[in-house]
């Protein structure tokens, strides 16, 4: 089925309304807390209010949404070093949100990427570079070794052990599987690269996977960029083709290993484990000539364009893996479902991005700074 057979599909009849936000610190909606319903911003500012807990209100939740940023190309020579964690308060989350070579830069490369993709299906034609083609082999070997390293039997459902079986082999065979991908000059670069990379597909110790580990994903993506190995008109590959293999990759692990959710907020969250398809979902579908954000009820075009555009996909997942009406497990993305239009989402979603991944120390005290991402 194509976009044009959309219009004879009928969506249902919810009228296009604002959608109650619940409470930043993540403690349900505002009606449990005793406070009135918050709105998703159109062209004003992503605003979660105080709670009875007494959160508060941070300049950077009351800020624009977000604008791209050019990505500075390094040039050699170059001293590389391991990058290592540098957040573990709120004064570093402020200082992160600040700085030009760490905080905005990251950001700014996410909504560039969101921009490369927008109004595109993940098959339409693009340009498929070698860094491109290589990362998506990668990935596609990296799971086949799930095949190879079946799960283990065991009572608890979450945290199968064999997961760290298979970091342990993305550990030995990573560092030279990055290696292949940088010309001879940049082969020191594997130093500060692979840690990215190894940290995006969750952690051994804990079995769990969530928001924090996919950061570390579009930081390597970021740092390639800064490699000067991928630029501007890569952009929509790199959404298209290898965010999507990554994507596929981490729910395979998900679903083989049973991760335990990292961070996850459950019931009022988005996704256990994921946002950034939600990102690059909504800005795919922005000005599409049919679908609405109430699209996503009619399981009709789930079915039939959930392989083409990443929220769809998203949206069908998580409707797969929980059982109940989409209102009752997934509220938040009920909620949003409401909104006139998908510029709407896109914008309010890299406002949410900033506030609930980047700014919660819980998550960003895990992400890595070296010299290609400063702290």
């Known amino acids: ?193 692979f840690p990215y990379f190894a940290d995006s597909c969750g952690n051994s110790s804990r079995i769990d996977y969530g928001t924090g580990h996919e950061a570390n994903f579009a930081a390597f993506l970021l740092c390639l960029a800064r490699l000067g190995l991928v630029d501007e008109g890569d952009y929509q590959a790199l959404v298209a083709r290898v965010f999507v293999t990554y994507l596929d990759l981490m729910r395979k692990l998900q679903m083989t290993y049973w991760l335990e959710p990292a961070g996850s907020h459950g019931v009022w969250g988005l996704d256990d484990y994921h946002f950034l398809p939600f990102i690059f979902g909504a800005a795919q579908l922005t000005d599409h000539k049919y679908m609405k954000p109430k699209s996503v009820h009619n399981q009709d075009i789930l079915d039939n364009f959930s392989k083409e555009y990443l929220y769809l996909g998203c949206v069908d997942f998580v409707k797969k893996v929980k059982k109940g009406p989409l209102a009752e497990h997934s509220p938040m993305i009920d909620d949003i479902s409401g909104v006139a239009s998908w510029n709407k989402v896109h914008g309010g979603m890299l406002k949410m991005y900033k506030v609930e991944v980047l700014e919660k120390v819980p998550i960003m005290q895990h992400f890595l700074f070296g010299s290609l991402i400063r702290w």
């Open 1 to 193: 089925m194509t976009d044009s057979d959309f219009s004879e599909i009928q969506t249902d009849d919810a009228s296009d309304q604002e959608f109650s936000w619940p409470d930043s610190s993540g403690m349900g909606p505002p009606a449990a807390a005793g406070l009135s319903p918050q709105t998703w911003p159109s062209s004003g500012s992503y605003r979660p209010r105080s709670t009875s807990a007494g959160s508060a209100l941070t300049s950077a939740a009351i800020a624009p949404v977000p604008q791209a940023r050019q990505v500075p190309v390094i040039q050699l020579p170059h001293t590389f070093e391991e990058p290592r964690k540098r957040i573990s308060s709120v004064m570093d989350i402020d200082k992160f949100q600040q700085s030009e070579t760490s905080g905005k830069l990251f950001l700014g490369f996410v909504v560039a990427l969101s921009e490369a993709i927008k109004g595109h299906k993940i098959s339409d034609a693009c340009r498929e570079g070698r860094i491109v083609k290589l990362l998506v082999g990668i990935l596609e070997k990296m799971s086949k070794w799930i095949d190879d390293i079946p799960p283990r039997q065991q009572a608890a459902r979450y945290g199968n052990p064999a997961f760290r079986d298979w970091h342990a082999q993305l550990n030995h065979q990573g560092p030279a599987l990055i290696q292949e991908i940088l010309p001879e000059e940049l082969h020191p670069a594997v130093v500060e690269v």
